[in-house]
């Protein structure tokens, strides 16, 4: 490819190549090489958590490749209510959700056994069965892994936040000036790309744990096969007289926790708001008529979006070998 080809052009006619040569057999791959298969849940035991917030540095450091690096000035967006969403100047935030914090530390003042006392816990997604993340994103981008890690392909995200809107807990979060809107739709696209924890799924595919999981003192988290780990909290929960979140919620999670008391305390008691996901119960949002039709009209685009992506990815390919 000759330097003379800016990215944005190279973008721009692969994309008219795949609209004439169709998009069959260009589905983006229910799972990573190397991944189990099986669907894998966290265990995470409230209990213990000491509020260290090792965790939230082992995330950073193992993720930071991930993060991203906006181009600046920002287009300008139509509508003008297309807001910029930019963190990249304040990535040391860490008590909420942000593009550059994808797990951070709650702490809610309860009382247990009559006394008071206060319990901290990791928060991030929840890793839902039948995320609605995936099955509502309007391009593609979100989808859910076969061995139960949901994530965002940031090569695919247009940052329309779709999905932060259809997730009960309103996890994921925009970062402006970085992704494929940027080479197609830079003033009329979702004006960025959506971020949130992706359980570190490039470890699990080489068989190493999660950052977030390896590096606790206290063996906060476990993870393994979902089956297990619901037994785990069911056996740890009888012996305590405790409370389980996350097994039921939005038709089950693989992010399972364990409390003392039961969530509707912590609920009443944690900080909430933007980045702080709540701990309500929460309806199954996909066993919805209307989201169940929504995504079956979705699905179809996965397909395109995954061309998309790699031909924006070999853009970029040539682009670095440009320099």
Known sequence: MGKHISRRTFIKTSLAAIGTAGISGLALPSTVKGASSEELATLIDIRKCIGCEACVEACHEANESKFPEPEKPFPKMYPSRVKVSDWSEKRDVIDRLTPYNWVFIQEATVRVKGEEQTLTFPRRCM??????????????????????????????????????NVCPWHIPERQTGVGLYLDILPSFAGNGV??????????????????????????????????????????????????????????GTNTI???????????????????????E?????????????????????AGFAAAVGKFYKSAREVTKSDV
Not at 136 to 152: E, Q, S, V
Not at 216 to 245: F, L, M, N, S, W
């Open 194 to 251: 959506m971020f949130k924890c992706d359980r570190c799924y490039d470890k699990i595919e080489a068989g190493e744990l999660p950052a977030c999981i390896e590096v606790c003192p206290e063996d906060v988290q476990t993870i393994g096969p979902r089956k297990e780990i619901v037994k785990e909290a069911h056996a740890i929960a009888e012996e305590i007289d405790g409370y389980i979140y996350g097994e039921d919620e939005n038709g």
């Open 127 to 164: 890793h839902c069965q039948n995320p609605p993340c995936a099955d509502l994103c309007p391009w593609g981008a979100a989808r859910k892994l076969k061995n139960g890690i949901t994530r965002i392909d940031a090569d695919i995200c247009l940052g329309g936040s779709k999905c932060k």
């Open 257 to 279: 926790y364990v409390s003392p008391v039961p969530f509707e305390e912590l609920n009443r008691a944690i900080q909430q708001g933007p980045g702080r996901p709540h701990l």
């Open 281 to 301: 119960q929460v309806k199954d949002s996909m066993a919805h008529a209307d989201n169940l039709a929504k995504a079956m009209v979705i699905a179809p685009i």
